[in-house]
């Protein structure tokens, strides 16, 4: 369809506008390493069921990490993997990899070298890991007290995401240097895509950016960062007794060597 066709039915000024988000959307993630700028990085996890008896039903953890753009230049995850043929690090793959999972192929010791160079990057470039978990029956309790004072419609997944944006961005928003905030897809999408939050709008380019992983780096370490954190939670007695295998002890050290820069959004 030709800009003609556009223009015949859609106002000018929406038109620019559309086409300005998305060149700039481009833009902002061509440029992540070279803008001065804080870099955010979003990703989920989940842990369906329960594990064991003293765990937790269907917990779901979302999770960000803090990364001055000056730094970003220096994530070498894709140059890492290209050795092994594979098209983006994707934790639960490295760990478990399926039938159909490239990483199926790749030696265990090559894996486990892959987590801790992800440990290393993770440690010496996150300024800062935010987290928040909440397990389906604690939102659905939490959810009930809160329609004390009016109605609540979201459901756990979504009513979670919105808790934990608006806490981050009443962090982000204070800080001296633009913000670039970059979120995992939650579904297949075609483009990265700008979603629109009631308190974002501070964000570069107007609000989260939507991206699939595989070409962002960011996200990739990110994920590695939710992987961590939801082993750690779902396997910390093995790793207290000293039952752990190697992926769940890169974890455990990877939260301890951030320390006191990962903080709980609750």
């Known amino acids: 369809m030709t800009l003609r066709f556009w223009e015949a039915r859609f106002p000018p000024r929406l038109i620019a506008t559309l086409y300005f988000m998305m060149i700039n959307i481009k833009d902002i993630l061509s440029n992540l390493g070279n ?5 955010i990085f979003c990703d989920d996890s989940d842990i369906q069921g329960q594990p064991n008896p003293n765990f937790v039903p269907d917990l779901r953890v979302l999770c960000a990490i803090k990364i001055d753009s000056a730094n970003y230049n220096n994530l070498d995850i894709s140059k890492q993997i290209a050795r092994f043929g594979v098209p983006e690090f994707h934790a639960t793959e490295v760990v478990n990899p399926n039938s159909n999972s490239t990483w199926r192929s790749v030696k265990y010791e090559d894996r486990i070298k892959i987590f801790e160079h992800m440990k290393l990057l993770l440690t010496r470039y996150a300024v800062k890991v935010y987290y928040c978990y909440v397990s389906k029956n604690q939102y659905d309790d939490l959810r009930k007290k809160a329609e ?9 997944k979504a009513g979670l ?24 897809q939650g579904k297949n999408i075609n483009e990265p895509k700008i979603e629109s939050w009631e308190g974002g709008e501070f964000l570069e380019g107007g609000g989260p950016i939507v991206a699939d992983s595989s070409l962002v780096q960011g996200l990739q370490l990110a994920d590695f960062a939710a992987y961590s954190i939801t082993r750690y939670v779902r396997s910390r007695e093995k790793i207290e007794s000293g ?4 992926f769940e ?3 455990a050290e990877t939260l301890a060597n951030l320390g006191q820069r990962v903080e709980s959004l609750l």
């Open 35 to 39: 803008a001065d700028s804080i870099l």
């Open 148 to 156: 004390e004072i009016g109605s609540v419609r979201a459901q756990h």
């Open 161 to 184: 995401k919105r808790v934990f944006l608006r806490s981050l961005f009443e962090r982000l928003r204070t800080l001296s240097k633009p913000v670039v905030l970059v979120m995992d």
């Open 243 to 246: 039952n752990a295998n190697q």
């Open 249 to 251: 002890t890169i974890a």
